[in-house]
């Protein structure tokens, strides 16, 4: 079968997005391989679909899909690049979008400048939900990787995240800590690895290692799990400037029973069909 899609990125994560609504096709976790390669198919870091909602009042249902076939809760970059998408294909005219995900309910909103505002929800801070063995619940936790041992924040924003402090992300040991962090026992369901520098109380620089991926120009839900982790060790303001390898976001929390907002650029690249 031909299958139509559309190349996006967000800040350099890029995504092959599939319309599911006006196309039906079952993905399985090979094609996402197959779909994802960056040399036997079109190349991506994750594959997203666009599917009818299986609840009322909601507009869309939007899947999100790791390269390596694992289907994943949330993603950030994405979900301003599915807000985009919905709207050039003419799939909706509304400039705010209600979109359901594995995480959950989700809200978007198109901006005058073109870039997407996206209502990511509550972060979770409690251990069992994220999950993360701790304890209780603490703004840090000391983490042993490796033989070495890191004072660690850990938030899920509906997909968890670790977020190492680090005095340079230019040399930060991405390539050698990030694989074995991913995997570590203390996250049963693997984990999203961001390594931070605080440049001041308004600024992060971040680079994630993305779980099922591999480390990406930039990560949504990463962004927002550090600047939550920042504020909540009380060295952070409610809004930050997250600066990632492949551009910069900004992220805005006002901290417990708030939502953290991202807003940030959605790119389209070229459009394709696939024999899959
Ligand atoms: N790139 C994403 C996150 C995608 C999912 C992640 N790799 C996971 O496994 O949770 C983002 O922009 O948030």
Request: aromatic share 6%.
């Amino acid at each position: 079968m031909q299958l139509r899609f559309t190349k996006m990125h967000g800040l350099g994560n890029d995504f092959v997005v599939i319309d599911l609504i006006t196309q039906r096709f079952k993905l399985k976790p090979h094609h996402i391989r197959k779909i994802a390669d960056r040399h036997f198919g079109i190349g991506c870091d994750q594959v997203l679909t666009v599917e009818i909602p299986s609840q009322p009042d909601v507009d869309f249902r939007y899947r999100i899909y790791n390269a390596e076939g694992s289907e994943v809760e949330q993603c950030g970059n994405g979900a301003r690049c599915f807000a985009r998408f919905v709207r050039e294909k003419r799939l909706t005219g509304k400039q705010k979008i209600k979109v359901e995900t594995l995480a959950g309910i989700i809200e978007l909103e198109v901006t005058e400048n073109r870039h997407v505002r996206v209502d990511m929800g509550e972060p979770i801070l409690d251990p069992k939900r994220i999950p993360f063995t701790a304890e209780l619940q603490a703004p840090d936790y000391a983490l042993d990787i490796n033989g070495s041992r890191w004072q660690v924040g850990a938030v899920s924003m509906g997909n968890p995240h670790v977020i190492l402090p680090v005095d340079d992300v230019d040399s930060a040991p991405v390539e050698q800590v990030g694989p074995i962090t991913e995997s570590h026992p203390r996250f049963p369901q693997r984990v999203n690895v961001g390594f931070m520098h605080i440049v001041d109380r308004d600024t992060i620089r971040l680079r994630v290692f993305e779980r099922g991926v591999g480390e990406t120009l930039a990560c949504g839900t990463g962004a927002c799990a550090a600047v939550v982790s920042g504020i909540v060790q009380g060295k952070l303001n409610a809004t930050v400037t997250a600066h990632l390898p492949g551009g910069s976001l900004s992220i805005r929390w006002q901290g417990p029973g708030q939502p953290v907002i991202m807003t940030g650029p959605a790119t389209t690249v070229f459009e394709g069909q696939i024999q899959i």
